[in-house]
């Protein structure tokens, strides 16, 4: 009988933990979340330069064009418009929105939504990594959106974020895809890494010069 509460009560608290386990779920090269803090915490754990987005003070008015090139990223889209001081739209684009990371970058989380239609309120976003993965999930029209993040042992270079271009627009399919409150870990070396590269580099040179003393 005390064997069977004890077994009762551990499978309580197992559905329990199960309930209350932020939203994440693992793949062969690291970890997706579905949850800005779960996201957060797990940041602190990877190094490299990490930062907070905005487009608040970039130049341009607001309206970038085609390519947005600021933080060590490259946003290309059909036109590129502030949507806020944290999110940056893709407006009626005949292609979705890419980010390129010069530095690459082993952690990347946003809120991600799309400019829809009023007859849409939620959509299937698709998020595709350079290697190959691809994520799918649903997320809701603007101004509400979904967070998605994850971290991954390789460094991704490059990213694609489309709504489906399920938007019509004089009977064409257009991407509106909004993306903010980016957060990033960007792979740059550290100090210690530099320093054993420039030392590498003297020695070298000490080197050679030698060698080439008479």
Request: charge should be neutral; include cysteine; proline fraction near 7%.
């Amino acid at each position: 009988m005390k064997n069977n509460m004890n077994s009762r009560f551990l499978s309580f608290v197992t559905a329990l933990s199960l309930i209350f386990i932020p939203a994440r779920s693992a793949w062969p090269q690291g970890t997706i979340y579905f949850e800005r803090t779960a996201f957060s915490n797990a940041c602190r754990s990877v190094s490299g330069n990490k930062q907070s987005i905005s487009f608040e003070y970039l130049p341009g008015y607001g309206e970038f064009g085609p390519i947005l090139t600021a933080f060590d990223m490259i946003f290309r889209g059909g036109y590129l418009v502030r949507q806020s001081p944290t999110s940056l739209y893709n407006f009626d684009s005949d292609f979705p929105l890419t980010i390129h990371f010069n530095s690459g970058a082993l952690a990347f989380g946003a809120d991600f939504s799309s400019k829809l239609s009023p007859q849409f309120t939620s959509f299937t976003a698709t998020v595709s990594l350079d290697w190959g993965a691809t994520f799918n999930f649903t997320a809701p029209s603007y101004p509400d959106s979904q967070f998605f993040g994850f971290i991954s042992p390789t460094p991704i270079v490059d990213l694609t974020f489309s709504d489906g271009a399920i938007f019509m627009s004089g009977g064409y399919p257009m991407h509106q895809e909004v993306i903010g409150n980016i957060y990033e870990v960007l792979l740059i070396p550290e100090p210690s890494e530099l320093g054993l590269l420039a030392l590498g580099g003297l020695l070298l040179g000490g080197r050679f010069r030698r060698r080439g003393m008479p």
